[in-house]
């Protein structure tokens, strides 16, 4: 039995690749990403401005523009709280808050037209449980600041060995 389930793991893994002869493949272990911080720079020179646990590594949130923005719910289905991060990449400046006065601070600061990304996860969106309400009010907030939300998404893959 132990050699069957043992089977079934090793083929859902990916380790069961036929080589010449017969014989079973062996698969190299993935190449990890380093693990990056919040204020880090990637090897292109990209503000690292959020991470979130993926079991395994810290998932990096790196900016591809100038500005960047996560909406995350910092509570729960029941008990919601929105919790706005904003990147910056010439001023390298990283706000994460759960005031809307802040977030709108920081958004003032920002020439009129800059383009924002918006950042997700995988699986999961980081602002599941948020009503319609408050995520309106976080996108409201970035065009009453006279920003241009972009309609594309940055996903960022958290899952086990980088999905």
């Known amino acids: 039995m132990r050699a069957v ?3 079934v ?5 990916g380790c069961n690749k036929p080589r010449p002869g017969g014989s079973m493949a062996i698969v190299p272990a993935a ?3 380093p693990d990056y911080h919040p204020g880090d720079l990637d090897a292109a020179g990209k503000l690292v401005f959020w991470t979130v646990d993926a079991f395994d590594h810290q998932a990096p949130f ?3 523009g100038e500005c960047g923005v996560v909406l995350a719910n ?8 929105p919790r706005f991060i904003f990147a910056r990449q010439s001023t390298r400046e990283i706000v994460d808050t759960e005031d809307p006065a802040v977030f709108r601070a920081v958004l003032a600061k920002v020439p009129a037209g800059t383009a924002v990304l918006r950042y997700e996860t995988c699986s999961v969106p980081r602002c599941f449980g948020l009503s319609e309400g408050q995520v309106g009010d976080f996108t409201q907030a970035i065009t009453d600041a006279g920003l241009a939300l972009e309609s594309e998404v940055e996903t960022v893959c958290y899952c ?3 999905g």
């Open 9 to 13: 793991v090793l083929a859902a893994a």
């Open 31 to 33: 190449v990890r990403e």
């Open 160 to 162: 086990p060995d980088h």
């Open 5 to 7: 389930v043992l089977g």
């Open 62 to 64: 790196i900016l591809r």
């Open 74 to 81: 910092a509570g729960n289905e029941t008990h919601p709280r």
